[in-house]
């Protein structure tokens, strides 16, 4: 369909009015189109010529409104860093309607009624992580928000110092947080809270419509999405950085990129945000995070379900973890079922890579190709003695294997990534974006969409990162 001809509806503005505020975007100065991803304009049943307009930009831009659009901004609170912040919602996100089941939304697209003392903008140099990551995030098979479209403007917003304003056209099949049930909770508004339940239920848990006891239900599906949730993210390598209530999905979704990371090297206590100073939300932490945010919603949760019930279905939060946290590890080591004493080769594995600092995404790509022949595996760490007693392990372990090294090899390749958007690379593509040169964000975005694959024009970014560019931290500045 062509923009003129799609239709979107508002199916959040059905909620009391406490849980929104309609606001208009504020368009940016000089808006430019950096980036649309074709794929999501397909869900979004859009022509892809359309990508190329300028109504185009101008859409992307908060300037043109779609048919059926009433814009708004969404209501929540949440726990920062472990603190309640009663009152937070879109600061700089305004939601421009669904197709489908995809809600719009445009981030940075100026001032609501939750703005606080921001200014409603992003930068461009986040809208580039957030547009890139999400992609990539989607095509390593982790549940996630993605974007439509990222563009960039003339307009100067202040941060640390002066930059450039973007927006980036995001959209996702539920926008609902924890912080969003914790709002309506703290102030004690029963009504809103249910209305909210029943719209998280048709939104994201329809098959829980007409059950019994359906909120108790939803708090236990919503334990399990996170718990998945967790152990992916464990899996693959990604810290987060900033799991607040208000960032944690209701939909068990991975949402609001900010100063996430790949790991370089595995590092169990690895901090990627810099204003976390004692390592709430390191890497190592992040499935004790996903328990503790359960838990205010649990809080939050307490009108609408038994306390008790939702306290046992709390407590089988680290078995779903850990089942599945084993169930990706087993594929990425290549061993056709799970053992019990795999833990041990496992714990073995992860106690090896953080002593000698190994590049986690390297490593397992490396063992992908693993066929007896360890020169390359050992040129991944600084110290040859502690790999060969690991691949001595690993070595037994295989011979009770029964497919060969190829068939092995292949299946390892397609939960290995050759590619993860490591803090450098994003960089990199940053700073050629600061000077016009969006060419690196092209690049990235190729990888993003196809991290299994070779891409032998791109190897320079496959490998273990040099140690100059290691570990960028980011701050939250945004
Ligand atoms: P975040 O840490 O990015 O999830 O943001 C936390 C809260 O601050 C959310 O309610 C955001 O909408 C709000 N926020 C962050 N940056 C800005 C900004 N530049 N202008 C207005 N609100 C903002
Ligand atoms: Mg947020």
Known sequence: MKLD???????????????????????????????????????????????????????????????????????????????????????????????????????????????????????????????????????????????????GSQQQVIREQWEKGAIVLRVSPSWVRFGTFEYFAHHKKHFELEALAEYVIAESYPHLADKEDRYRVLFGEVVHRTALLMAKWQAVGFNHGVMNTDNMSIAGLTIDYGPYAFLDDYDFNYICNHTDRNGRYSFGN??????????????????????????????????????????????????????AEDTELLRHLLGMMQGLGVDYTSFFRTLSEYDGSREALLALGLYHKPMHDWLDSYDRRLERNSSSHRERSAKMKQVNPKYVLKNYMLQEAIDASQIGDF????????????????????????????DILKNKKLSCSS
Not at 45 to 57: A, G, K
Not at 91 to 119: C, F
Not at 295 to 306: G, I, Q
């Open 286 to 339: 992040q499935p004790n995070i996903g328990a503790w945010n359960l838990r205010a919603l649990m809080h939050a949760f307490e009108s609408l379900a038994s306390s008790q019930r939702m306290e046992e279905i709390l407590d089988g939060y680290g078995k779903i973890y850990t089942d599945h946290y084993l169930e990706l590890m087993t594929l990425k080591l290549g061993l056709e079922s799970f053992e």
């Open 5 to 151: 001809e799609i239709r979107v509806t508002n199916p959040y503005l059905a909620l009391p009015e406490l849980c929104y505020t309609r606001v208009k975007p504020t368009p940016l100065a000089k808006p430019y189109l950096i980036h649309a991803n074709a794929e999501v304009a397909r869900l979004l049943c859009l022509d892809e010529e359309e990508l190329e307009s300028e109504r185009f930009v101008d859409f992307v831009n908060g300037a043109l409104e779609l048919g059926g659009g009433d814009p708004f901004a969404m209501c929540y609170a949440g726990h920062q860093f472990g603190f309640y912040v009663p009152r937070l919602g879109d600061g700089r996100a305004i939601n421009i309607g669904t197709v489908g089941k995809y809600h719009m939304q445009l981030k940075g697209a100026g001032l609501t009624r939750y703005s606080r003392d921001g200014d409603g903008r992003a930068v461009l140099r986040s809208s580039i992580r957030e547009y890139l990551m999400s992609e990539a995030m989607h095509h390593l098979g982790i549940p996630t928000t993605r974007a439509l479209a990222l563009i």
């Open 439 to 466: 060419s690196l964000v092209k690049a990235l975005f190729v990888i993003a969409q196809k991290p299994f694959d070779e891409h032998p024009q791109f190897q320079r970014w496959a490998g273990a990162t040099a």
